[in-house]
């Protein structure tokens, strides 16, 4: 009887570790936490207007007519925090994105964080300067100098990204060889090389808690769904004139541009 018992107690413990062993054979992130899907949408729009590219029609504070054909930004460095103030930020290898007007789906974009209630989230406008300078093997998918070239999101005589591109048509910028009155913000600049006082990054952090707080569950997907509203380019502390500054690069004068956009975004309401 002894012997039979002590055999039943053995099966009994074989079958509890089986079973803990194929109850969750996911393994945990790196940090112990459970991580679940953050949505963040950018939305982009023209004052009260949705942005149309090459169709819609706009007017900025210099009165002066345009429409846009191309925009493009940098998205990075994003973090949240909860209530309490703690921070979490999205591992910098994670955290590098373009959001295009002429591709949707680069307007939703999603990171992985633990579960919990964020009260504010932040993010750069721009590539920061330690991974500008860093060995190209460390700039993939969308840092990739060679694709940022073909997308035009990085000066090959400069070495640098383009933080911030719009492109667009009006009738008071000058023609262009193309016989187009168009104008063009290509914004960037980290303070390296070629001028090293120029520095066009700009962090962005925006409170959550009037539109709703974002509540990441595993269950469920949250979406932090922003406005960002071109015309606050034009319309800031400094007046852009397009037919006074039609062409805007490497120049002081980005540092206004960069300035006003930095207000561009503001948070529409959260999808939990």
């Given amino acids: 009887m002894k012997t039979f018992n002590h055999l039943f107690f053995l099966a009994f413990i074989t079958i509890i570790g089986l079973n803990a062993c194929s109850k969750d054979d996911t393994p945990p992130a790196p940090d112990g936490q459970e991580k679940a899907v953050l949505s963040i949408q950018f939305d982009n729009i023209v004052g009260d207007k949705n942005l149309q590219l090459n169709t819609g029609v706009y007017k900025n504070a210099a009165g002066e007519e345009f429409k846009i054909s191309l925009l493009r930004y940098f998205i990075s460095n994003i973090s949240v925090k909860n209530s309490t103030g703690s921070e979490y930020v999205i591992p910098q ?3 590098y994105f373009i959001v295009a007007e002429s591709d949707p789906a680069s ?3 999603k990171v992985n964080v633990p579960a919990g209630d964020y009260h504010s989230l932040s993010f750069t406008l721009g590539v920061d300067s330690l991974r500008s300078t860093m ?21 090959g005589w400069n070495s640098g990204y383009i933080f911030f591109k719009m492109e667009g048509i009006s009738s008071v910028a000058p023609l262009d060889p193309s ?6 913000y290509h914004i960037g600049g980290f303070g390296g090389y070629s001028a090293p006082t120029l ?21 469920r997907q949250a979406n932090i769904h922003l406005m960002t509203d071109i015309l606050k380019l034009f319309n800031g502390a400094t007046t852009v004139s397009i037919a ?29």
Avoid at 179 to 184: E, H, I, L
């Fill in 244 to 272: 006074a500054n039609p062409t805007v690069m490497f120049s002081d004068f980005s540092v206004l541009v960069a300035d006003n956009y930095v207000n561009m975004f503001r948070h529409d309401h959260t999808e939990n």
């Fill in 179 to 184: 016989g187009q009155n168009k104008f063009r």
């Fill in 93 to 95: 290898d994670s955290s």
């Fill in 135 to 155: 060995d190209i093997s460390k700039r993939t998918g969308v840092l990739d100098p060679s694709g940022g070239m073909e997308d035009g999101m990085y000066w």
């Fill in 199 to 219: 520095n066009n990054i700009r962090k962005i952090t925006i409170d959550l808690t009037a539109g709703g707080i974002a509540k990441v569950r595993s269950d």
């Fill in 107 to 109: 307007q939703f974009i």
